[in-house]
């Protein structure tokens, strides 16, 4: 599942036309399944945020990048897995440690800009 999430969320900002609309619909699938997977729990591993949670909460700071980059809405399609996040970002250790996702987007666009995407 993070491999269909890390290659999807790579193709969001270096490709174009046909590739980014598949790379599109490829991540929120791959969001659709996670979202599917948390179901009504608060956290991935049930009531306690855990390992789960720390490994693919750190995911949320490209966020804001994939949907400037691909032109949508991770939470029009994946309410719950947006609220999850948001519990994830109130604890101290995660919001604490987690990048910008603005510099995560200009860190983006800086290599669109290097390998001619932009």
């Known amino acids: 599942m993070e491999d269909m999430v890390y290659d999807a969320g790579r193709r969001l900002w270096t490709t174009k036309g046909d590739e980014l609309e598949t790379a599109k619909k490829d991540f929120i699938e791959a969001l659709k399944l996670l979202e599917a997977e948390l ?14 949670d720390v490994a693919l909460v750190t995911y949320s700071s490209w966020f804001y990048a994939y949907e400037t980059c691909g ?38 666009l800086f290599l669109r800009k290097k390998h001619g995407l932009e």
């Open 39 to 52: 179901g009504e729990k608060p956290y991935f591993g049930g009531e306690n945020f855990g390992f789960v």
């Open 71 to 108: 032109n949508f809405s991770v939470e029009e399609h994946c309410p719950k897995l947006m609220e999850w996040v948001k519990r994830c970002m109130e604890k101290e250790s995660v919001s604490k440690s987690l990048a910008d996702p603005k510099k995560v987007y200009d860190f983006v």
